[in-house]
């Protein structure tokens, strides 16, 4: 991880995400992080996780200099969340949530997954947690990946979504981001938080994303919904230097198509399940 993070670093790269899975069932996790911190060029360091084990590890992780955190969390229904993710956890994540806004976290990021017929009814009470904490609540499109049974009636549009805040809150404003982000935020007036749309399938932003990922397995994904991946551990093992290393991921790079294949066709495209792309 620590090779291939410099390698990037040098390249230009200057956030790096840990993801999963669950990156905090990792016992080396708030070494990783400390680690990176020391990476010269790298900006932001950032966690994306499930919440679990979050409010535990927290203060180690801050002190090892995590800038960023993203929280997933799909329901505010604790019997619910016990049906979503098949155990109880839901307290543990809500105190995770809050020992992080008591850590000086601004915003604290939540990733909501929603899908029609299991938590669009709920998507007010998510915008009502940013009246009075420092959240910004993520709203993501329901998107195709092999095994969570997509289909096109499941998933709620971003435009959907937002009309349906609107009915309560038809103040709502849109709130500038930078070019590569991959949420368009926005803002009730007086709310100390904010929310956002990640909305890779009804509008996607291919042409602004940035982003590269390496899987918990060492293969490089220039585009989450592509199938092609690079298998960077297996160069890692053979002793390639850091120049062949280079080139590998610029080619890989340099095949980045101009945007995904569109939601009906990803659908139907052999790809791993999100729990084993990891990164």
Avoid at 37 to 52: M, Q, S, W
Avoid at 115 to 123: K, S, T, V
Avoid at 256 to 278: E, T
Wanted: glycine share 8%; hydrophobic share 40%; charged share 25%.
């Amino acid at each position: 991880i620590l090779t291939l993070a410099k390698l990037f670093v040098q390249e230009g790269v200057d956030k790096i995400r840990l993801t999963g899975g669950e990156p905090l069932i990792r016992p080396d996790v708030v070494d990783i992080i400390a680690q990176l911190r020391k990476l010269e060029g790298l900006k932001t360091t950032a966690i994306t996780t499930n919440g679990i084990n979050l409010a535990r590890l927290l203060p180690k992780l801050k002190e090892a200099g995590l800038d960023v955190l993203n929280i997933s969390l799909d329901t505010l229904v604790p019997a619910k969340f016990e049906f979503i993710v098949r155990r109880k956890g839901f307290h543990k994540v809500m105190e995770g949530i809050h020992r992080a806004v008591e850590l000086g976290y601004n915003p604290v990021k939540v990733n909501c997954v929603v899908m029609r017929g299991l938590n669009e009814d709920e998507l007010l009470d998510f915008v009502a947690l940013t009246e009075k904490q420092p959240l910004e609540v993520r709203f993501i499109e329901y998107m195709p990946f092999d095994g969570n049974k997509w289909n096109f009636k499941k998933m709620v549009s971003y435009q959907e979504m937002l009309d349906t805040i609107r009915q309560k809150w038809p103040e709502l404003e849109t709130v500038p981001t930078e070019i590569a982000s991959t949420s368009k935020a926005y803002k009730v007036p007086g709310f100390q938080g904010q929310i956002g749309f990640i909305t890779s399938m009804s509008d996607h932003f291919c042409g602004s994303c940035n982003r590269l990922r390496i899987t918990a397995d060492g293969n490089l994904k220039v585009c989450l919904f592509g199938n092609s991946e690079v298998s960077l551990r297996d160069w890692l093992r053979t002793g390639a230097s850091e120049e062949e290393l280079k080139q590998v991921i610029g080619a890989a790079v340099g095949r980045k198509k101009k945007q995904h294949a569109g939601m009906f066709s990803i659908s139907q495209m052999k790809n791993r399940p999100m729990i084993l792309i990891g990164g």
